[in-house]
């Protein structure tokens, strides 16, 4: 889990944490509680996006390592060839 997945992750649990404590004190704070549950939805959204981006990179980091791996294969190659 990324840095921001985990900060994520404990963002979604404060909103959550808080929407249950309005919700107890208070059953008349609708409006608070439909608020704190559209910022869950915002911060869960915001994870999934995150781990979505981590895919990114990675799928990125792994076709550049290939990509040096046969540069050095061939260079490698080369070197030998002489």
């Given at each position: 889990?990324?840095?921001?997945?985990?900060f994520?992750q404990?963002?979604?649990?404060?909103?959550?944490?808080?929407?249950?404590?309005?919700?107890?004190?208070?059953?008349r704070?609708?409006?608070?509680r439909?608020?704190?549950?559209?910022?869950?939805?915002?911060?869960?959204?915001q994870?999934?996006v995150?781990?979505?981006?981590?895919?990114d990179?990675?799928?990125?980091?792994?076709?550049?390592?290939?990509?040096h791996?046969?540069?050095?294969e061939e260079?490698?190659q080369?070197?030998r060839?002489?």
């Amino acid at each position: 889990m990324t840095s921001g997945t985990a900060f994520a992750q404990s963002e979604t649990d404060r909103l959550r944490d808080a929407l249950r404590s309005a919700t107890r004190a208070d059953p008349r704070a609708g409006d608070q509680r439909t608020a704190l549950q559209a910022k869950v939805t915002d911060a869960d959204r915001q994870t999934a996006v995150g781990q979505e981006g981590d895919e990114d990179v990675k799928a990125q980091l792994k076709k550049a390592e290939k990509e040096h791996r046969d540069a050095v294969e061939e260079f490698n190659q080369r070197s030998r060839a002489r």
